[in-house]
């Protein structure tokens, strides 16, 4: 295969895809005079730039030069139901004609607190807030103020969000040996916020063990993903979670569950599968019904403190928090995601991770779906991934086939995160996920060349 045959396959990717999107094309240079970049949230931004979306319905996204696309981004997994559900649709109408902030309790609210304490099992009770970002802030300030000490171990590869304390480690330093030292992954955040951090390996009990041996006595807690997103997509060995969970209590730690993107996986989310119950949880995406809403919570007497009226009080505000028409969306939302349609979601999941699997082996390319229930990632490598440094290193060696991949896809119809994750909706049938896999099998065809020549690591023997 000649280096041109490579960039030949590239350079059509991408030139489809302008063509396809060309009003796309110019929001996106009139968009960079008013916005860095064009945008305003790094995680939808990709190259060459990110396509303008006029419209949704069900599991359908229309862009701007009315292209159709099966949405199977949902907002980086947070619309379970799609776009536009009736009963949620009516909820906000509803709402929306009696006032969308009132400033003050909301009996909606209170439904909804209801809700999630009934199916969480680790929420005794529960407050809101207005992002995952400030739910995994609060969920740590929760902890240090409950056992009195500073430190909260995170694991490196570990998404939390935006705050100061977790812009660390978020992705692996591919070129380390040993275990991961704790690193700014940002600029701008000060340098004393790692004083109040440590950083263990994920899927390795040894290392958290010893890290909890050595400063027990500083440490408030543990923050996890049951199973790590935005790191490399990488799921809990068998056991990982009863061990983290038994190390926790051995040395007297509160144990954070971040389940801002895992909590679609089961009613009461992924600890509800895996029967692993936490301190304290945080909890975002579909629980505002596709608009912004996050939750933090956990033991009572953990919680307690955010009365207002404790003699301790932590204060808690945020003047959007439990906002009537948010609740309002996110109950009908949630009252509509009931064990069948989880059943329902999960197994469409497995069907994709299948399908994807076999056309990777039929295109003879090295790589895997992998991932649990409703939300599917791809490992560049057909070699064990055992932490988030596996993980992006294959990526890393994948150069620029995750993006090729997925502009091809999109040049086919299928939207879905720039690195390649998919996230089943309910409105999603067998249909959609067939017809995803097809585009895969196409798409693969048409970045061959780049993987003969560029990334011939991933080509089957
Ligand atoms: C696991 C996890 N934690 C925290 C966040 C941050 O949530 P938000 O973007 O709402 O601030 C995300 C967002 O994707 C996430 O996946």
Known sequence: MSTKQGHDAANLITETFRQRTHGSGEWDTRAKESMPGGDTRAAS?????????TRGEGCFLYDYDENQYIDFLNNYTSLIHGHAHPATVSAI????ARGTVLGSAAEVTVEHAEMLCSRVPSFDSVRYCNSGT?????????????????????????????????????????????????????????????????????????????????????????????????GGGVEPEPGYLQGVRQLADEFDVLLIFD???????????????????????????????GLPLAAFGGRKEIMAPFDPT????????????GNNITMAAGLATIKEYEADQVARVNELGQRLRNGLNAAFQAAGVGIRA?????????????????????????????????????????????????????????????????VAVDVMG???????????????????G
């Open 370 to 434: 992998v991932g649990s229930g409703s939300i599917i990632r791809i490992h560049w490598s057909d070699g064990k991934i055992r932490d988030a440094r596996d993980a992006v290193a294959a990526q890393e060696r994948a150069q620029e086939l995750p993006g090729l991949l997925h502009l091809e896809m999109m040049n086919r119809g299928i939207f879905s995160a720039p690195r390649c994750q998919y996230a089943i909706s309910t409105p999603m049938s067998e249909k959609e996920v067939d």
């Open 259 to 289: 389940e801002i993107m895992t909590f679609r996986q089961d009613v009461g989310g992924f600890q509800a599968t895996i029967g692993v119950t936490p301190d304290l949880t945080s909890i975002a995406k579909f629980i505002g019904g």
């Open 93 to 96: 109408q509803e709402q929306a």
């Open 45 to 53: 931004y990709y190259t060459p730039y990110p396509a303008y979306m």
């Open 310 to 321: 404790h003699p301790m009080t932590i204060p808690h505000n945020g003047t959007f928090n």
């Open 134 to 230: 400030e739910a995994t802030l609060l969920a740590m300030r929760a902890a240090r103020a409950f056992t009195g000490r500073d430190i909260i171990i995170k694991m490196d590869g570990g998404y939390h969000g935006s705050h100061d304390y977790v812009q660390l480690n978020m992705q692996p330093d591919t070129t380390e040996e040993g275990l991961p030292r704790p690193k700014l992954s940002s600029r701008g955040v000060p340098a004393g916020t790692m004083a109040g951090m440590l950083v263990a390996p994920f899927n390795d009990l040894g290392a958290l063990r010893d890290m909890l041996r050595a400063r027990s006595d500083e440490i408030a807690g543990i923050i996890l993903e049951p199973a790590l997103g935005a």
């Open 442 to 460: 196409q798409s693969l065809e048409v970045v061959m060349p780049y993987v003969q020549e560029k990334t011939p690591h991933l080509t089957l």
